[in-house]
């Protein structure tokens, strides 16, 4: 149940008023507190103390009402009866919308023959998670791996392999697609060519020149160039699998990007001429989305650019124009670095005014950047920008350095997951649009606010649960506080689902799983299960709560994409 919803309902209809509910952050006076009398007061003609006194009542006819008081100007304190938590939290839980939407969610979006760097961390973390969120309350979502797979690096890795094999039959003029090359590419090696030709470009125009001109015939259907490109895309997409297998994220519903949406460009280019919209500008071709309310600069959207290619702007519109076709959409949000804010928003306006998908529904969700200690952009040991295998690494590294120095032996597999949740809990605990600190040694750390934290709570009341050799009793008990704070934490699962959905905002979910945690582990501590001396009835009542409570924190786990290890 979503016990604020159902609570607050039940106020407003009793009043006749929408009041303002409160969670307090200290519970002894009360459950929930609300202003409505100090809100109503003044077209009462009456003073707060005064009409609270008089609505207190009223609420306390309320059946799930224990005990009502009036504090300070005129706050109203309600407190719940706690056979009515211990029932409400015993329902299963229901937390779909009632409003469900189509969502298309962009994130991931690599690129191919570049290695996946520490800022594809964060789409992919956080994306994953809104899509499980939005999935869990019934809203329909495909996810869009938008692949970076038509742009200068295309042209750049293929003039470098053609600059280390002139020879290979793609670059000949009687190019046979139908033979087969006998040419291997190494991984390891591929993963080198973008860093290399895109430095060489920089500094040789003529290399630069070339790679431009093979930007456009590949484009336009270059059969050599896209077989090679074949080549290579085979090698990214088996390492873009690998990726989503490690991070342990949804697969994709879609692995289209770039090239792709590229087919759809005459179409538009179409509508965009029948709305006069092109202009010409020093050769590209270009969207003017600049408004006069604009205070801050808007450049034109690049529709072609001077030597009459593609662009990331083109392609991306043309993905819009794709979705629209294929899904059709309520909504479409994006999680890209914030930097790409300026993109987006022109995107959004070109979108708008060709009318092929209205700006409202259009989202971008900016994240922000992953520093190390020394608050700039985190790098390896060695200085260099770290990739997301790195990141994965080294947190490895601390998982495994802590469980030794503690004496525990771990599998290796356990090791890696739980490494995995101090990387991905760390990253959605924190505002997704702020950026944050990235200390392996702070967030492997088993106490505090940290994924491994999350997990040992989930073991060791799971072991709890496994070691119980009688059952549970699910009928109403007389409760400590420490059994009713965890019931109600329990019964907020569902507001924070639907909070962290509507505020896009994933670290609801995470930080709600830390609060639980805690409340889970004082009732550990304190409400003792299996020891000898605890009566059975009182043990049985208390292997019911300790279930709920297992359930809701393995949802919320897995919400976040992290997996519950078999020992920690
Ligand atoms: N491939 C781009 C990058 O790695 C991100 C693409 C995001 N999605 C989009 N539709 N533009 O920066």
Redesign the pocket.
């Known amino acids: 149940m979503n016990l604020y919803k159902y609570v607050s309902n039940a106020i407003n209809e009793k009043l006749g008023a929408k009041v303002n509910l409160e969670v307090p952050k200290n519970r002894d006076f009360g459950d929930f507190s609300t202003n409505a009398a100090m809100v109503m007061a003044k077209a009462a003609g009456k003073n707060p103390r005064e009409l609270a006194a008089e609505i207190t009542p009223k609420l306390a006819e309320l059946p799930f009402v224990s005990e009502t008081s009036v504090a300070g100007p005129g706050f109203i304190n309600i407190k719940l009866k706690d056979e009515f938590i211990w029932t409400s939290a015993t329902e299963p839980q229901n937390p779909k919308s009632d409003n469900p939407q189509t969502i298309d969610l962009?994130?991931g979006?690599?690129?191919v023959a570049?290695t996946l760097h520490i800022?594809?961390l964060r789409?992919s973390i956080v994306g994953d998670t809104f899509n499980r969120i939005a999935r869990a309350l019934g809203h329909t979502t495909y996810s869009?791996n938008?692949?970076?797979d038509w742009g200068k690096p295309m042209a750049l890795i293929i003039a470098w392999i053609e600059k280390l094999h002139p020879e290979l039959p793609y670059f000949q003029e009687n190019f046979d697609p139908t033979k087969p090359v006998d040419f291997d590419l190494d991984p390891v090696e591929l993963n080198t060519y973008y860093p290399a030709a895109s430095a060489l470009a920089k500094q040789d125009p003529e290399f630069q020149a070339h790679a431009q001109q093979i930007k456009a015939l590949f484009q336009n259907g270059h059969p050599g160039y896209f077989a090679l490109f074949e080549k290579f895309l085979a090698i990214s997409m088996d390492m873009m699998y690998a990726t989503v297998q490690r991070l342990n994220i949804l697969p994709f519903d879609y692995n289209l990007?770039?090239r792709n949406a590229a087919k759809y460009l005459d179409e538009i280019e179409k509508i965009l001429t029948a709305k006069n919209l092109i202009e010409e500008s020093d050769g590209a071709q270009i969207i003017v989305v600049k408004r006069e309310t604009d205070n801050k600069p808007m450049p034109p959207y690049m529709w072609l650019d001077s030597r009459g290619a593609d662009t990331?702007d083109s392609?991306?519109l043309a993905?819009i124009y794709c979705r629209k076709q294929t899904d059709n959409p309520n909504k479409i949000v994006?999680?890209?670095?914030q930097r790409?804010g300026l993109?987006?928003e022109q995107?959004f306006r070109v979108a708008e005014m060709s009318g092929i998908y209205s700006y409202e529904n259009l989202e971008h969700i900016g994240y922000g950047t992953i520093n190390g200690r020394d608050g700039k952009p985190f790098k390896t040991r060695d200085g260099n920008a770290a990739t997301l295998d790195d990141v994965l690494d080294i947190a490895n590294e601390a998982v495994a350095a802590r469980v030794a120095e503690s004496g525990k032996k771990l599998s290796a597999d356990t090791i890696s997951i739980i490494a995995l949740a101090a990387v991905k809990f760390n990253d959605l605990m924190h505002d997704v649009r702020s950026d944050y600190i990235f200390d392996p040694a702070s967030v492997t750390s088993f106490e505090g606010r940290t994924g491994p934290y999350i997990l040992y709570t989930a073991v060791r009341l799971n072991s709890v649960l496994k070691r119980a050799t009688f059952s549970a009793n699910a009928d109403y008990q007389p409760m400590t506080s420490d059994e009713r704070n965890l019931l109600i934490e329990v019964l907020d699962f569902e507001r924070t689902l639907h909070a962290a959905f509507d505020n896009r905002a994933t670290d609801m979910i995470a930080n709600y799983t830390y609060d639980l945690c805690q409340l889970i582990n004082t009732f550990y501590h304190n409400c003792p299960i299996l020891r000898e001396d605890v009566p059975d009835s009182v043990r049985a009542g208390r292997l019911h709560i300790a279930q709920i409570a297992y359930d809701t924190l393995a949802k919320a786990i897995d919400l976040m994409g992290l997996e519950i290890p078999s020992e920690m």
Do not use: M, R, S, V
């Not at 994006?334 to 670095?337: L, P, V, W």
């Open positions: 962009d994130y979006a690599y690129n570049k800022g594809h789409t869009w938008h692949i970076g990007g770039e990331y392609t991306d993905a994006y999680f890209t670095d790409q993109h987006f995107l």
